[in-house]
């Protein structure tokens, strides 16, 4: 089945650093990737939409300026949060849509824990 | 976006079946789905439906559509330890390339 790895999988960082989280897709190419949120117990929100070779869009209430996204190729998006503080500290979780496969399935990484001192 | 509903929290004992429920709100989502996730990981896609069907099995997996009531469920046979994780039901919106969560149902499979 069609794989995503995320990495790193757990980074912990000082108040006020950048964090950059990849997003792969290894066996197929995703010309829309996901970014989601997902605070302890709790669902995923959708953080932005992020289409190769263009801006990103992003939900209502995310701060594009924080949360950097790009997706410079088929198989590789990346977010970056800039200026981390420990209100972002939460667990990242980015998802690729395969155009090929299952119709608007949308396969996820394993995950990135983020934990801001 | 407005709320997937699903009920928090599920114990069965292992060899019972387990059904989960969930009620989506865009009654003109094009794809339902049920993703697994397990401590610490990523979410794993176990099955999806079609809006234009009713059921759906896949193995020991039974997906039941009711679009008039907007009701999914999904129904897990002869459950498992293995199957002890969150399972989240998603429905497709904004033309089907984004997804609405539910908060996730826990699952505990007991011996």
């Known amino acids: 089945g069609a794989v995503v790895s995320q990495h790193p999988s757990r980074v912990i960082c000082k108040s006020g650093t950048s964090v950059k989280i990849e997003c792969r897709s290894l066996?197929?190419?995703?010309?829309?990737m996901f970014w989601y949120r997902q605070f302890p117990k709790q669902s995923l929100m959708l953080m932005a939409t992020?289409?190769?070779?263009?801006?990103?869009?992003?939900e209502q209430g995310v701060e594009k300026d924080k949360f950097l996204i790009n997706h410079a190729s088929l198989t590789l998006s990346t977010l970056t949060v800039t200026s981390a503080h420990p209100e972002d500290s939460s667990f990242y979780i980015c998802?690729?849509?395969?155009?090929?496969?299952?119709?608007?399935?949308?396969?996820f990484g394993p995950g990135t824990r983020l934990t801001v001192l | 976006g407005e709320d997937v509903e699903q009920s928090l929290f599920l114990s069965v004992r292992e060899g019972d079946s387990s059904v989960i429920n969930c009620t989506y709100t865009?009654?003109?989502?094009?794809?339902l789905y049920w993703y697994k996730q397990e401590p610490g990981a990523g979410l794993q896609l176990l099955t999806y439906?079609?809006?234009?069907?009713d059921m759906k099995q896949d193995q020991r997996l039974t997906v039941l559509l009711n679009k008039k009531d907007k009701h999914l469920s999904l129904r897990i046979a002869d459950t498992q330890t293995g199957d002890s994780a969150i399972y989240f039901c998603?429905?497709?919106?904004?033309?089907?390339?984004?997804?609405?969560f539910g908060k996730g149902t826990s699952l505990l499979v007991t011996p």
């Open positions: 066996d197929f190419q995703a010309t829309t």
């Open positions: 998603a429905e497709s919106i904004n033309s089907g390339y984004a997804l609405n």
């Open positions: 865009d009654s003109s989502s094009t794809y």
């Open positions: 998802s690729a849509r395969d155009a090929g496969g299952v119709p608007n399935t949308q396969y």
């Open positions: 992020s289409n190769e070779g263009s801006k990103a869009t992003y």
């Open positions: 439906i079609f809006s234009n069907m």
